[in-house]
């Protein structure tokens, strides 16, 4: 084994320098060794070289009799393109096999190539071998960085996905029964909303701007807030809502409190209603503003939804407060399923007969 001294010197480290670790000294001691190989291998090459130089010289005689008889007698030209690509080929393997047996020396790289050549060591660095060397520090650091960075990978693709495909919500009261029962969760089309306008018919979730909750009965957890931010959890907060969209701009909605819901002068039949709830137990009339929509749950008895905000002016839901269309209830999988499109039901009635107003 070199000691510290020869290793140092004969090392791609700087002259001088120290082993700070077994892993230091082992290559240090390992480039020695090579070094001294490759110097024994160059003095037997040298070696055999001489001695077939005076071979040559002891047989430089015969050999010019023999050339003297041969040149009375036609001979063909030797081929030596031959034996020069096959001596070219055996000095460039030579040469490829010392550059692979030279390790890249430290001082030469530049500190990009440094932190390449570290990170491509630490990733073969296996638990067993950072034992052996007590490099068991450097090697969990390894490990939380590469988790990390598969988590934040995963955390950018959830949001992403989240922003412009599909979002999830949960599913708190019983308005929209029977339809989407308490705790589903759902996932609604973010991306057909960038193209897409809400029709009748349509299941939206929309944000509750104007307050029609309650202050009291909004709650906030900053953890369940930040995942669902990102994606990774169905939004739980209390500051959305989902109702079917009923009137669209320009609509005239109306009932009698005493039978069904008309628009535009057509009544229609809702078979997505909860059993034995009438449309509309409420009188009222309205001609739905530009760019907001008229929002009612399946469940009428137990929503408070626009007929109940027609006297403070907050019953139309802007169409900025739209997210999108729920498409599919994901979860529990017993309801698992698509929702049905109900746009026949409005299939009858007309267009708006005038244009919407601010």
Same mark, same amino acid.
């Given at each position: 084994?070199?000691?510290?001294?020869?290793?140092?010197?004969?090392?791609?480290?700087?002259?001088?320098?120290?082993?700070?670790?077994?892993?230091?000294?082992?290559?240090?001691?390992?480039?020695?060794?090579?070094?001294?190989?490759?110097?024994?291998?160059? +003095?037997?090459?040298?070696?055999?070289?001489?001695?077939?130089? /005076?071979? *040559?010289?002891?047989?430089?005689?015969? =050999?010019?009799?023999?050339?003297?008889?041969?040149? =009375?007698?036609?001979?063909?030209?030797?081929?030596? #393109?031959?034996? /020069?690509?096959?001596?070219? !080929?055996?000095?460039?393997?030579?040469?490829?096999?010392?550059?692979?047996?030279?390790?890249?020396?430290?001082?030469?790289?530049? !500190?990009?190539?440094?932190?390449?050549?570290?990170?491509?060591?630490?990733? /073969?660095?296996?638990?067993?071998?950072?034992?052996?060397?007590?490099?068991?520090?450097?090697?969990?650091?390894? +490990?939380?960085?590469?988790? @990390?960075?598969?988590?934040?990978?995963?955390? $950018?693709?959830?949001?992403?996905? #989240?922003?412009?495909?599909?979002?999830?919500?949960?599913?708190?009261?019983?308005?929209?029964?029977?339809?989407? +029962?308490?705790?589903?969760?759902?996932? $609604?089309?973010?991306?057909?909303?960038?193209?897409?306008?809400?029709?009748?018919?349509?299941?939206?979730?929309?944000?509750?701007?104007? @307050?029609?909750?309650?202050?009291?009965?909004?709650?906030?957890?900053?953890?369940?807030?930040?995942?669902?931010? %990102? @994606?990774?959890?169905?939004?739980?907060?209390?500051?959305?809502?989902?109702?079917?969209?009923?009137?669209?701009?320009?609509? %005239?909605?109306?009932?009698?409190?005493?039978?069904?819901?008309?628009?535009?002068?057509?009544? $229609?039949?809702?078979?997505?209603?909860?059993?034995?709830?009438?449309?509309?137990?409420?009188?009222?009339?309205?001609?739905?503003?530009?760019?907001?929509?008229?929002?009612?749950?399946? *469940?009428?008895?137990?929503?408070?939804?626009?007929?109940? *905000?027609?006297?403070?002016?907050?019953?139309? $839901?802007?169409?900025?407060?739209?997210?999108?269309? %729920?498409?599919?209830?994901?979860?529990?999988?017993? *309801?698992? @399923?698509?929702?049905?499109?109900?746009?026949?039901?409005?299939?009858?009635?007309?267009?708006?007969?005038?244009?919407?107003? +601010?």
């Amino acid at each position: 084994m070199a000691d510290d001294k020869t290793t140092a010197n004969n090392s791609p480290y700087p002259e001088g320098y120290k082993p700070q670790s077994r892993r230091e000294r082992r290559e240090m001691e390992e480039y020695a060794a090579r070094l001294a190989e490759e110097k024994k291998r160059e +003095q037997a090459e040298l070696a055999s070289s001489e001695q077939g130089e /005076e071979s *040559h010289v002891g047989d430089a005689r015969p =050999a010019a009799a023999e050339a003297a008889s041969a040149s =009375a007698q036609p001979a063909e030209a030797p081929d030596t #393109k031959g034996s /020069e690509e096959e001596g070219a !080929a055996t000095t460039a393997d030579k040469s490829a096999e010392k550059d692979e047996e030279k390790p890249e020396d430290p001082s030469t790289m530049t !500190a990009k190539e440094r932190r390449k050549a570290k990170r491509a060591e630490q990733a /073969e660095l296996t638990f067993a071998k950072a034992r052996e060397e007590d490099r068991l520090g450097e090697w969990a650091w390894v +490990q939380v960085r590469e988790g @990390g960075t598969v988590v934040l990978y995963a955390l $950018i693709i959830a949001f992403l996905i #989240k922003t412009f495909l599909l979002r999830g919500f949960y599913i708190p009261s019983g308005s929209m029964e029977q339809t989407l +029962q308490v705790n589903d969760r759902v996932f $609604i089309n973010v991306a057909g909303s960038y193209f897409n306008e809400p029709k009748r018919g349509d299941v939206i979730v929309f944000k509750d701007s104007q @307050g029609w909750i309650p202050s009291t009965q909004k709650s906030s957890n900053p953890i369940k807030e930040g995942l669902s931010f %990102v @994606g990774v959890l169905p939004d739980t907060s209390s500051n959305y809502l989902v109702k079917r969209v009923i009137g669209t701009p320009g609509d %005239v909605v109306e009932s009698d409190g005493s039978g069904k819901i008309k628009v535009n002068g057509v009544e $229609i039949n809702e078979p997505y209603l909860y059993p034995g709830n009438q449309p509309s137990e409420l009188a009222f009339k309205v001609t739905v503003p530009k760019d907001k929509y008229f929002v009612m749950g399946d *469940h009428r008895s137990n929503s408070a939804d626009s007929r109940y *905000h027609i006297s403070d002016g907050t019953a139309f $839901i802007s169409k900025d407060d739209v997210q999108g269309n %729920v498409f599919v209830v994901a979860w529990p999988l017993n *309801h698992f @399923g698509l929702l049905t499109d109900e746009s026949s039901v409005f299939s009858s009635v007309p267009s708006p007969t005038s244009t919407p107003e +601010q």
